[in-house]
């Protein structure tokens, strides 16, 4: 029979350490709890799980239908794991705080992450509570963001970003293909209900029904306040110029409500 896996709170409000599971060959038994205990704690770290491209996407696949980055989908991939790699060629240009992927009509529902090259010292990844970030909001703000929608679009930012690694014209055709979407300030966890502020940076390009400066006040405000070192937990670019390889792939998710 296989072992119940051993969750351990990181902080108050996000992050968990799970260990006594081999994801690799987890049982189904094994996956519920491991599913529930990230319901909860938001982030899971699995350490000294030395996973396969194909063992990754296997657990992956665990909680849903995995599915090419977008752009990649859209160039002709069907690969559905993609890497993020710094060197000292190739700062780290991810360093700043977002939500994956919030240019899409359905943005992911989970991602899942596998260090595969670790630099000596440095390289985390911050994660923080946008459901704890919303619950230290006054009744009042509440009441204000909750039924407010934004607008999403990839952005010039995001076209600099492109224009990196690919010409003009294929940077062209992508913001394209992606055009704005709509999705709500406050959005609702599908499975506990939680409400959570669905913020980014980046991407939010204007709160719909509000004045440039209005919007560009609120969401200025929310992204700060959802930085709050009380609502995160850790894993910077304080690693550069050292190596770093992360591999990923992305669970569909739903449109979010």
């Known amino acids: 029979m296989a072992t119940d896996p051993t969750v351990t709170r990181l902080t108050a409000n996000i992050g ?21 205990a990230l319901h909860e704690h ?33 160039l002709g991939s069907t690969a559905a794991l993609g890497f993020i790699e710094d060197t000292q060629e190739k700062p780290p240009d991810a360093d700043g705080w977002h939500t994956d992927i919030t240019w899409v009509a359905q943005p992911p529902a989970y991602a899942v992450l596998a260090a595969v090259d670790v630099p000596a010292y440095g390289g985390d990844t911050m994660w923080s509570s946008l459901f704890a970030a919303f619950d230290a909001l006054s009744p009042a703000m509440q009441e204000l ?22 010409d003009a014209e294929v940077a062209t055709r992508i913001l394209d293909s992606f055009p704005p979407v709509e999705h709500p300030l406050v959005r609702r966890h599908p499975v506990s209900g939680r409400r959570a502020l669905f913020v980014t940076t980046g991407f939010m390009d204007q709160i719909v029904g509000l004045h440039r400066a209005e919007s560009d006040a609120l969401v200025g405000f929310l992204q700060e306040h959802a930085a709050n070192p009380n609502f995160c937990v850790r894993a910077l670019a304080d690693h550069y110029p050292q190596r770093r390889r992360m591999r990923r792939c992305t669970v569909d998710g739903p449109v979010p409500v």
């Open 16 to 36: 968990a350490t799970v260990t006594d599971v081999k994801l690799a060959d987890i049982s189904d038994e094994q996956f519920e709890q491991v599913r529930d």
């Open 145 to 166: 963001v909750d039924g407010l929608r934004v607008r999403h679009w990839a952005g010039p930012g995001f076209r600099a970003a492109i224009e990196k690694n690919m």
């Open 42 to 74: 938001l982030v899971l770290f699995f350490p000294e799980q030395h996973l396969s491209d194909d063992e990754h996407v296997a657990f992956a696949e665990r909680f849903g239908t995995v599915s090419p980055y977008p752009i990649a989908k859209m």
